[in-house]
Nanobody, 115 residues
Framework: QVQLVESGGGLVQPGGSLRLSCVGS????????MGWYRQAPGKQRELVAS???????NYVDSVKGRFTISRDNVKNTVYLEMNSLKPEDTAVYYC?????????WGQGTQVTVSS
C-alpha cells in the first residue's frame, strides 16, 4: 500500500518554528516532484512549496524567506522547515507526490500559530 505520512505539526507561538516531515512508503518517490500544500478553514487548498526530482524549489510568495522545502531520497522523505511563523500560517498541511495520472496525498498535519 502506497502511503504518505506527515508529522511534526502542532501549536507554536508567533515567531516560532516547526519542521514537518513526510515519509513515503510503498513506492519510491525520488523521480517525482513533491509538494507541501495547506488548507485553512474556509479557504481553498494552496501550494506552499514544491521540490522537483532535481531539487529545484518553488515557494508561494507569502512564505518566501521563511520556509524551506528539502528532500532525502534515501529516506523517501520530504521536509518543510518553517520559521518566523505567523498566525496566518495556521492550517492543515498536506504532503503531495505529483505522480501521474493520480497524485498521492497524505492525511495532513495541523499547524496552529497562536499566542
Amino acid at each position: 500500500q502506497v502511503q504518505l505520512v506527515e508529522s511534526g505539526g502542532g501549536l507554536v507561538q508567533p515567531g516560532g518554528s516547526l519542521r514537518l516531515s513526510c515519509v513515503g512508503s510503498g513506492r519510491i518517490f525520488s523521480p517525482y516532484t513533491m509538494g507541501w500544500y495547506r488548507q485553512a478553514p474556509g479557504k481553498q487548498r494552496e501550494l506552499v512549496a514544491s521540490i522537483t526530482s532535481g531539487s529545484k524549489t518553488n515557494y508561494v510568495d507569502s512564505v518566501k524567506g521563511r520556509f524551506t522545502i528539502s528532500r532525502d531520497n534515501v529516506k523517501n522523505t520530504v521536509y518543510l522547515e518553517m520559521n518566523s511563523l505567523k498566525p496566518e500560517d495556521t492550517a492543515v498541511y498536506y504532503c503531495n507526490a505529483d505522480v501521474a495520472p493520480f497524485p498521492y496525498w497524505g492525511q495532513g498535519t495541523q499547524v496552529t500559530v497562536s499566542s
